[in-house]
């Protein structure tokens, strides 16, 4: 049975493309684990945006945070013994980063300074930090990953207040990975990789994960859904390497559009530009950013 009609396709092209001096494929731990022991010159993650036009991104397997200027120059901005995955600006220009290793970490942009600011969970340690995102009201939102699926489905989702209270919101969740929230911040959207899924959570401050609610479900495959963006219109983007694509589904759930990747499968985070139309797309297979217009 089909439950709705079959979403149009939208095309993508090439953004901005790793240069060669920064690649030099090896294996490493993370590849060893996660790439069956390939060697990879990249696996770029998090992609967000500056004030300033800035691209910040990150590199898993070579702990990195890198700087694509608005006039497409790349940079490192630091290389640090972590596996940074979600990746944030705050207010004050800071990069706020869920790392797999190291929990929560804060990078200056300018300096490349690492800090930590928050590695355990009440002194135990975290599962494997994936993404975050920033609420309003100044907490910071985060998935606890780890190796969960459909067979130990005990992720979780943080909140972490701006006063420094933190309160585990989930803790049966199977493989949580990206976030986003609503445009009136009610409720947090999370994707659950290993479960095909895109949850719909109460954000609001009375009832913090009350009522949750499976808001979508992605065909099977080899892969689920990534990261996720919400755009002016209440769209949820989501972001799926297994199906080499992201998807735009209604405010209410509905498949409108199918992002297709012009580069590799792995499309698993994206980020829109402040014009509202332009969606900017880690196409971490090929080390690329892809670009894709959404329709008004």
């Not at 401050?205 to 495959?221: D, I, N, S, V």
């Not at 735009?248 to 559009?257: A, I, R």
């Amino acid at each position: 049975m089909s439950w709705f009609a079959p979403p149009r396709d939208i095309a993508t092209k090439v953004h901005a493309r790793l240069p060669e001096s920064l690649r030099a494929p090896a294996r490493s731990e993370w590849a060893d684990a996660n790439k069956g022991g390939q060697a990879v010159d990249s696996f770029l993650e998090g992609p967000c945006l500056a004030a300033d036009g800035t691209l910040y991104l990150v590199d898993i397997p070579f702990g990195r945070a890198l700087a694509v200027s608005p006039a497409g120059d790349w940079r490192v901005v630091v290389r640090y013994e972590g596996w940074p995955n979600g990746l944030k600006v705050r207010a004050d220009g800071t990069l706020l980063v869920a790392d797999y290793r190291r929990g929560l970490v804060a990078i200056d942009a300018g300096t490349g300074a690492v800090a930590s600011v928050l590695a355990t969970q009440h002194s135990e340690s975290f599962k494997g930090l994936n993404d975050l995102a920033l609420a309003a009201d100044g907490s910071v939102w985060f998935t606890d990953q780890g190796q969960t699926g459909l067979h130990d489905p005990t992720g979780r989702v943080y909140r972490l207040g701006a006063d420094g209270a933190l309160s585990r919101i989930l803790g049966n969740c199977p493989s949580p990975n990206g976030l986003a929230f609503n445009r009136a911040g009610t409720h947090l959207y999370v994707a659950l990789t290993r479960a095909g899924q895109i949850w719909r959570v109460n954000a609001d401050p009375g009832t913090l994960g009350a009522k949750t609610q499976l808001f979508a479900q992605l065909p099977g495959g080899v892969s689920g859904p990534d990261g996720l963006v919400v755009d002016g219109q209440d769209r949820v983007i989501v972001c799926d390497p297994g199906h080499g694509c992201a998807w735009v589904l209604s405010k209410w759930g509905e498949p409108l559009f199918r992002i297709a990747s012009c580069g590799g499968r792995a499309i698993t985070n994206a980020v829109l530009a402040p014009d509202g139309r332009t969606l900017l797309l880690t196409d971490s297979d090929t080390g690329q950013v892809l670009a894709a217009e959404l329709p008004a």
